[in-house]
């Protein structure tokens, strides 16, 4: 039977596809090759099929009795479901939904998928495995993986981390990875658009109808589900539902690339006292140079990577992101001349900044329920938990004067609840990414790019069973989202076990921040 029912819908599109209409959408048509059964949201004939809304760039894949249509580079008048933000929760998102046979479309403000690993440069991602154990998998291991491999580097396995709360990060290769970021997207059947934000949002008649501004004006779609993915929470402020904006966020940093000296032939004590006299007459700031107003030392070892700090209030407006950036570009003009002036630093350069500064904090949702720094590093397995999290608590003060850090203590894995990607009172939106309902220490473990794609994708799995099913992602049964997320390769929680005896290792001292 399930053969025959291929056969015929292979029949049609082939129909379809030399009838020379390549202006009519056929939706993906995916199989369940496990279930026997059928993506219920394809159409069973050649009719319904030409009569959906417009595709174009078909390509058929023929593989364990799969076909789709691959995603294209445009906006259709409606969708399954929406995300907005391509970074790491964003791309995962969108990802999962469209893997999950839902019409998705992704929209994306930059030129690049993969947000602070890519645009923001800060390509090491965290945490996949802890206490000896993987414990966030799927669709973002996938593609780090994929990228490690398709670089040459070895892939790490679990085992290094049993006894080390703060094991060391994946570095990997950002160009690669958004690349790898853009081919997955497509190929899971998801249109995706660049330099485009979201105008407007409104929900009615149980449909978000969606203004997105794009580089030639605003243009209209509309979906059943959407994801905010922004970072900033900003569709869920268009929508209406409150925000929580701390007085204080943590600040935010331009990640560069310097070079043009011997870091051997430096004499730091000298760069100290220079640098000490330079920010007394105003030239320079501590935090052009150091997290922890200690001198250039640190920033000069690293070259610059991640190595200074910038003040960020409002930066989930365009108004405050404006002044961020600017900002740090005048830190680095500041630094600049501050460098070249000294023995040893001559020939100093700037090698290369990152297009946008990465912001460490904005705004948050206010949820169905909130993640708090005792929920965290207590462990806690929240009743409606979608995935693991692990990073140390790791708040970057404001002041300049060092970081509030603490390692999560020995076999703590905490969990993230689907109660904290939903805003209060919204039905049928959820967030993924650093704006989930968390308070700030929480927040600060929490914001980091590996727990973002693993709230990502269940954050897109729920989103495609709220589209096919009519059902709110509140109401969906957990076992549903589990065995959706499984059959992705994500790790769900109660899938870890680890042993609650301490270990004689401990942990470790130093930090590796981010």
Request: hydrophobic share 40%; glycine share 8%.
């Amino acid at each position: 039977m399930l053969a025959n029912v291929r056969s015929r819908r292979i029949i049609s599109l082939i129909l379809h596809l030399v009838s020379g209409r390549s202006s009519a959408w056929l939706e993906r048509l995916v199989w369940d090759q496990e279930a026997g059964g059928s993506n219920p949201l394809a159409p069973t004939s050649f009719v319904e099929a030409t009569a959906s809304p417009c595709i174009t760039n078909l390509t058929l894949v023929q593989w364990l009795g799969v076909v789709y249509c691959e995603g294209k580079l445009e906006m259709d008048s409606k969708y399954d479901v929406i995300v907005f933000g391509g970074g790491t929760a964003g791309a995962i998102a969108a990802v999962q939904a469209g893997r999950a046979g839902a019409r998705t479309l992704l929209v994306e403000k930059n030129a690049m998928l993969g947000g602070t690993m890519t645009v923001g440069g800060i390509n090491a991602p965290a945490h996949f495995f802890a206490w000896g154990e993987q414990i966030i998998g799927g669709i973002g291991w996938e593609l780090v993986r994929r990228t490690l491999e398709e670089t040459g580097q070895p892939v790490p396995t679990p085992e290094f981390t049993r006894d080390n709360s703060k094991p060391k990060h994946l570095s990997m290769d950002k160009a690669i990875f958004a690349a790898l970021c853009d081919q997955a997207v497509l190929d899971a059947g998801v249109d995706l658009l660049f330099h485009a934000m979201p105008a407007g949002v409104a929900f009615e008649d149980d449909i978000w109808t969606v203004t997105v501004c794009t580089k030639s004006g605003l243009e209209r779609t509309c979906a059943k589900t959407l994801i905010d993915a922004t970072g900033d929470a900003n569709v869920v402020s268009l929508a209406g539902f409150e925000l929580v904006r701390p007085e204080v966020v943590q600040p935010a940093t331009l990640h560069i690339h310097c070079s043009g000296y011997n870091v051997q032939e430096l004499d730091f004590d000298a760069l100290r006292a220079a640098s000490e006299k330079a920010i007394a007459a105003g030239e320079l700031r501590t935090t052009d140079i150091s997290w922890n107003d200690n001198g250039p030392e640190g920033f000069l070892e690293r070259r610059g990577h991640n190595a200074n700090h910038l003040r960020a209030a409002g930066a989930e407006t365009s108004a405050g992101k404006s002044a961020a950036e600017v900002e740090a570009r005048q830190a680095v003009l500041r630094m600049y001349r501050f460098f070249r002036k000294q023995p040893g630093l001559e020939n100093f350069r700037v090698d290369w900044i990152c297009s946008e500064a990465g912001i460490r904090e904005t705004a948050t949702i206010k949820g169905k329920s909130t993640v708090t720094v005792a929920d965290y590093e207590s462990g806690k397995v929240h009743d409606d938990a979608v995935c693991y999290a692990f990073y140390p608590i790791d708040e970057h003060l404001n002041d300049g004067k060092g970081i509030n850090w603490r390692a999560l203590n020995q076999n703590v894995l905490p969990t993230i609840p689907r109660g904290a990607l939903l805003p209060a009172d919204s039905r049928f939106l959820l967030v993924a990414g650093r704006c989930l309902a968390s308070d700030r220490e929480a927040n600060s473990a929490l914001r980091v790019e590996c727990p973002c794609m693993a709230m990502g994708q269940a954050a897109g799995a729920m989103a495609a069973l709220s589209a096919q099913t009519g059902v709110d992602p509140e109401e969906l049964p957990l076992d549903d989202i589990y065995s959706l997320l499984r059959k992705h390769g994500a790790v769900v929680p109660g899938d870890v076990t680890v042993s609650t005896e301490l270990s004689d290792a401990g942990n470790p001292l130093k930090a590796d921040t981010r």
